[in-house]
């Protein structure tokens, strides 16, 4: 198949081959999703967008991380609206889009990062890769999981996760419901090209509008609800001392001092 022209990125490596689009996170060494990714990932979800033939999109990290989530400087207060305001946008088209997304992880998959897979349509992980939304420990909460996770694990394991920041293997993911499967280390590719072998056999129209039928309910209560966790996020949270210790405790490294306030 001819591959289709695309913007040449410096943050994502995409290859479009109809009816299969791949974006793979490039920011070396842990693929951390800056603001610069961010406008890369909407820009590029739009283009593939456009195109009827595309049928799925595969979202993988290269080298040896899926991402370890947001970038930790673009919390500090005269950025954070931005960054919500940027990464909700891609969260948003991600849940949008008529094209199947299928999540391909290894390695770290954290905060962001775990948002990021935890929103595409299927997620094949390795065993051993490290899943967890660890914001806790910076004074703060992953917004699009305090959203949506209880309704794809459960409300105490979503608590359990958000509440204690712990990380999970990709083989915990899976059983929670968080991943579709967990493989062996060299076997994600072989995974992810069986759930392809169904897809690209179908209608690209249908499969849009049957995501559209499948989600509908679903998506107004996501719209609404990370709506109403990002104005918390910015009108709460941010005002506290403890979020804003603990983002600069992160950037000195050195251990948070709470205060509890």
Same mark, same amino acid.
Request: aromatic content about 4%.
């Given at each position: ?91 948003? =088209? !991600?849940?949008? +889009?008529? &094209?199947? /997304? ?5 390695? %770290?998959?954290?905060? *962001?990062? #775990? ?90 129209? =249908? !499969?849009?509008? +049957?995501? &559209?039928? /499948? ?5 107004? %209560?996501?719209?609404? *609800?990370? #709506? ?34």
């Amino acid at each position: 198949m001819a591959t289709q022209a695309v913007t040449k990125f410096t943050r994502l490596v995409v290859e479009v081959h109809p009816p299969v689009a791949r974006i793979s996170l490039h920011n070396p060494p842990r693929n951390v999703i800056d603001l610069a990714m961010m406008d890369e990932l909407a820009q590029v979800l739009g283009e593939i967008e456009a195109q009827p033939k595309i049928s799925a999109i595969v979202i993988s990290g290269q080298g040896r991380a899926f991402s370890t989530g947001v970038d930790i400087a673009a919390h500090t207060p005269d950025k954070v609206e931005t960054m919500l305001t940027k990464f909700h946008c891609v969260i948003r =088209a !991600l849940i949008a +889009t008529g &094209k199947v /997304t299928i999540a391909a992880v290894d390695g %770290h998959c954290l905060g *962001g990062g #775990a948002e990021l897979a935890m929103v595409c349509d299927m997620a094949f992980t390795t065993e051993m890769a490290h899943w967890g939304f660890p914001e806790i420990k910076l004074g703060c909460y992953p917004p699009v999981a305090a959203t949506a996770l209880a309704a794809l694990i459960g409300q105490k394991r979503a608590a359990d996760l958000i509440l204690t920041g712990r990380s999970i293997t990709g083989a915990e993911a899976a059983a929670m419901g968080l991943a579709n499967r967990a493989v062996l280390e060299g076997q994600l590719a072989g995974a992810v090209e069986e759930a392809l072998k169904h897809i690209v056999a179908l209608s690209p129209a =249908a !499969l849009a509008v +049957t995501k &559209k039928a /499948t989600y509908v309910w679903d998506a107004m %209560h996501f719209d609404k *609800g990370l #709506a109403r966790a990002e104005k918390t996020y910015l009108e709460e949270l941010m005002k506290t001392e403890d979020a804003q210790e603990g983002i600069a405790a992160f950037l000195e490294k050195r251990k948070p001092a709470w205060k509890g306030k």
